[in-house]
């Protein structure tokens, strides 16, 4: 039995809500600019995606990349819907397998699948900011993300990295909206 804790239904819920994101997502939204300094709609949902082929799946499996030219909320759907079916079949102990993650760092499985939660969480709360659209995650899913987050990124961060030092967030902000202060937005 994995002694590691079952990090996939937190996973599964940002993968669905950042997927109702981009399929609302217009194309003459793609050239607004977004929270994360630089980056256009387009950028940001390209980015979205290709992240997705980083996910790692139980075993040596990868995701598939979506042919060339997939609008962005589809590649997003098939390749979250790979991974949710992969890891839906799996036992607990491949949680328990390592993997890396970005910049290069060897992990779990299970704290894999919140790293990748972490990383769509914040730019689906960019997204969603961009937009104009609700920018709160399911509120459990978004706890867990920040308390991941609080735990793993260290307060002080490198110029120019992915994400900027922790900003103070509004006055009554829910869990996503102090997710993304946190990491710099």
Do not use: C
């Amino acid at each position: 039995m994995s002694a590691y804790r079952d990090t996939r239904p937190v996973f599964f819920t940002t993968l669905d809500w950042v997927s109702g994101l981009l399929t609302r997502l217009a194309t003459d939204q793609l050239a607004w600019p977004t929270p994360d300094k630089g980056w256009t709609v387009a950028d940001l949902a390209d980015h979205i995606v290709a992240v997705t082929r980083m996910i790692p799946l139980p075993g040596a499996d990868k995701i598939a990349s979506a042919p060339a030219g997939t609008p962005h909320a589809r590649a997003f759907t098939l390749a979250s819907g790979q991974a949710k079916a992969a890891w839906s079949l799996a036992g607990p102990d491949a949680l328990a397998e390592s993997t890396r993650v970005p910049p290069d760092r060897s992990v779990s499985k299970a704290e894999a699948l919140e790293f990748f939660a972490q990383e769509f969480m914040v730019h689906g709360w960019d997204l969603a900011t961009a937009l104009n659209q609700p920018a709160e995650a399911p509120a459990e899913a978004a706890q867990q993300i920040l308390a991941y987050a609080k735990a793993n990124m260290p307060d002080k961060r490198p110029q120019g990295g992915p994400f900027g030092p922790p900003v103070e967030p509004p006055l009554g902000a829910g869990p996503t909206r102090q997710l993304a202060a946190y990491l710099g937005r």
